[in-house]
């Protein structure tokens, strides 16, 4: 039972983490104004790792690569955490390991696109006036007007949010399935 708590909290831990990096660059890539509080609060949680990694990896390409670096290595970092709580060698298993990170990048970011439009969809509903509904709906635009140029309004209802959400739960199986075929 002690490992099974250990291992939540690890992943709980980490995945956070994780989700918080990737939502740095998502703000990165979609140029959400740094003035707002969640840009200030993700800014200030993940600064630590990014700011050093920027000295040795630039960016180019419009790709912040040291956030999307640090996102890799906090995935890595979980993965021989895990093998070292379960008693195994993480050197026994460091390419699975390498090729697992990957997937864990693939399914935080994911997740947490699932997160930020159930919790836009959310706001919608109850409270559209609040300070996080325009940062929240900056983010969810770009993968939602192409799904609501297709999908046509059910009764005055935009259902694009969850035809992502639908969409992102697929996509988190097909990672799973790979996933298992890995190991």
Known sequence: MFTEIV???LDTVFTLFGMALLLRLWMQLTRLPSRNPVSQGVFQVTDWIVRPLRRIMPGFGGID???LIA???????????RALVLDADPLAFLPVILALGLL????????????????????SWVNPQSPMAPALWHLTAPMLRPLQRVIPRL?????????????????????????RGVI
Do not use: E, H, R
């Not at 990048?105 to 439009?117: A, E, H, Q």
């Not at 005055?156 to 399935?177: E, N, R, T």
């Open 7 to 9: 291992l939540f909290l």
């Open 65 to 67: 690569w040291a956030t």
């Open 71 to 81: 996102a890799y290595l906090t995935a890595v970092l979980f993965l021989v955490c």
């Open 104 to 123: 864990n990048v693939l399914k935080w970011g994911i997740s947490m696109v699932m997160w930020v439009t159930l919790l836009m969809a959310i706001l």
């Open 155 to 179: 009764g005055g209802f935009d259902i694009s949010p969850l035809i992502l959400f639908v969409i992102a739960q697929i996509l988190l199986m097909v990672i799973a399935s790979v996933s």
